[in-house]
């Protein structure tokens, strides 16, 4: 995707509405600072802005990725054409991923159910909010599913949840068999240190120990041997290509490395399952990709099993599965199967396009 193209193209149809910047982030909601960001192709739009945007340029989604309006007697022909052109751009090539489906393909037996949500509901007594309505799903081992859904729809929530940070009002939450709700504080807190794996967006490394020694600290924690240690953390760092940086503090790596120490910590104490809060948040495209990769190997080689919440259909798309929240409620699920990342990635536009639709019937 050329994003100074988009950008010039959202700021002639801004100006084609007679608007100003002002007005068009007004009546987005946002700030005229994020729109100034768009028109000078140093930012795209958030992914729950995409249709609003579109529809308030009286533009389809292909000729906002093509930065171009498309005749209408083209437009069938051209928008799928635009759009998988605009998404390998975005994406490159994903030849590690089919051979990760070829060989699931193979595997004859039924993985189990590592994550087992059954009729969970959060409600916040204070302001009477039903954070969480209802959810129910399972997520099996080796798998990598994402939770979508703009600000407010209660994935964040949900996370928690399943974290042992908060607990649910109704339902149940089972993490290899066990039911986690009702345990006490003191039983949760060493549940999470024991089998679960975190990877934040702001990475929540201590910055006054090394990389080696951040990951050090949660084999340290689950009372690993000493000796036992630093093998484990040459092989795994070797995979995820930071042994070189292991001796260097946090402040002293770039962005990217830092979420691969994440990464690399998180799985290291070997985890029932890793989650991972918008992971790729504060990272730029080329260190998302490189951390996206990361997590789709770690479940290739390690058989880990990963929930990720996630607002960016780029990272969406390297998921095998992603279940779409609103308003508290699961409310929509794609499958990949075997489709490449370019496929999946347009198989999330049109489903999100088809919920924004289903909300402005109500």
Known sequence: MNQIRTGAFISERRKAKGWTQSQLAEKLGITDKAVSKWETGRSMPDLSLFMPLCTLLDITLSELFAGECIAEEELKEKTDEVLMDVISNWLGHDKMEKVRFRESKKCDTVPQNVLEVENVSRLYENNSVLAVNNVSFQIPQGSFVGIMGASGSGKTTLLNLIATIDKPTNGAVRISGQNIVDMLDKAAAEFRRRHLGFVFQEYNLLETLTIYENIALALTIKEVSKE?????????????????????????????????????????????????????????????????????????????????????????????????????????????KQESKQAFFADILKKIEWMEGEAGCI
């Not at 092989?235 to 940086?245: F, Y």
């Not at 080329?286 to 990272?315: G, P």
């Open 228 to 336: 036992s240690i630093r093998p484990m953390i040459q092989s795994l760092s070797e995979k995820l290509d930071i042994s070189a940086i292991l001796d260097k503090f946090p402040y002293e790596v770039s962005g990217g490395q830092r979420q691969r120490c994440a990464c690399a910590r998180a799985i290291v104490i070997n985890p029932d399952i890793i989650l991972a809060d918008e992971p790729t948040g504060a990272l730029d495209s080329h260190a998302a990709r490189q951390l996206l990769d990361t997590f789709a190997m770690l479940c290739r080689e390690y058989n880990a099993t990963i929930l990720m919440v996630t607002h960016d259909v780029m990272a969406a798309s390297y998921c095998d599965r992603i279940l779409f929240m609103k308003d508290g409620e699961i409310k929509a699920a794609l499958n990949r």
